[in-house]
């Protein structure tokens, strides 16, 4: 399902009203109801199990290579309410992977400590400033918005199903988060570089759980163009920000003093 996120009310948001968002948000947390879990049978365990705990384990961060590079940004940007924003944008990634690992330990499935793809990710953004930080970030949760939807159609699980709901309800406005603070950055041939990162993210992912985007209707083919779309969409909000940035900036020549 491609998701039109460059219409999202969100989109006109600066980061105290991010500050606010995420804050309501807290209060709206699901709770998991496993009354009418029937059980998965094993072929279905095997199915889902393995993309979840790597997915569980991703969701799960302290954030501190981030929450640094957040300061710096406000700093630099004059961007007071961001670092807050960051800090609670981590605490409700941390609420997702609470929400994997209640599932998980539910069926009694252990949690993974480290996955390959995972260390790679954080491999790549430590360090590098905000921008890759973000860039880093926003490739995972479009690939989420992929994943959660192939995974709530793959199980007749009601539970993992409203786990599924949950984390669309909250990637959406995550990836306009990043793709805002996106547009702070000035360098050019950014574009380039975020698509590379979203065709390797997305094949990687693809070769990891394939069976699993298989059974929610995800081909190869589709896989790609759905990310590439909201990748598209991530853009269109970047492009924005930096057009109403440059307007407001911008002196016409015959005023000028």
């Given amino acids: 399902m491609i998701h039109r996120i460059s219409r999202s009310r969100y989109c006109d948001y600066d980061y105290e009203q991010w ?4 804050q309501e948000n807290a209060g709206r947390r699901l709770q998991i109801d496993f009354s009418e879990e029937a059980g998965l049978s094993p072929e279905e365990k095997q199915l889902i199990f393995p993309s979840m705990t790597a997915f569980q384990r991703g969701e799960q961060s302290e954030g501190t290579s981030l929450q640094r590079a957040a300061q710096r940004f406000a700093r630099e940007q004059e961007e007071p ?11 409700e990634e941390n609420m997702h992977s609470a929400y994997l690992a209640q599932y998980l330990a539910h069926y009694g499935v252990e949690r993974r400590k480290s996955i390959f793809l995972d260390r790679l990710f954080r491999k790549f953004r430590r360090g590098q400033g905000i921008y890759t930080e973000a860039a880093v970030l926003v490739t ?8 959660y939807t192939a995974l709530g159609k793959a199980t007749k699980s009601e539970a993992l199903k409203s786990i599924c709901r949950q984390m669309l309800h909250d990637e959406l406005p995550h990836i306009v988060f990043q793709s805002y603070t996106l547009g702070h950055d000035r360098t050019l041939g950014k574009g380039l570089k975020r698509s590379l990162l979203m065709s390797v993210s997305s094949v990687a992912v693809w070769l990891a759980y394939s069976n699993l985007l298989r059974a929610g209707g995800y081909g190869l083919i589709r896989f790609l163009i759905e990310n590439h779309m909201h990748l598209m969409e991530s853009k269109i909000i970047a492009s924005r920000y ?9 002196v016409p020549a015959g005023i000028r003093t």
């Fill in 19 to 22: 500050v606010k968002y995420f």
């Fill in 81 to 91: 309410f961001y670092p807050e924003a960051v800090r609670l944008f981590i605490q």
């Fill in 140 to 147: 995972a949760e479009m690939i989420a918005l992929s994943y």
């Fill in 242 to 250: 930096r057009l109403r940035h440059n307007s407001r900036n911008t």
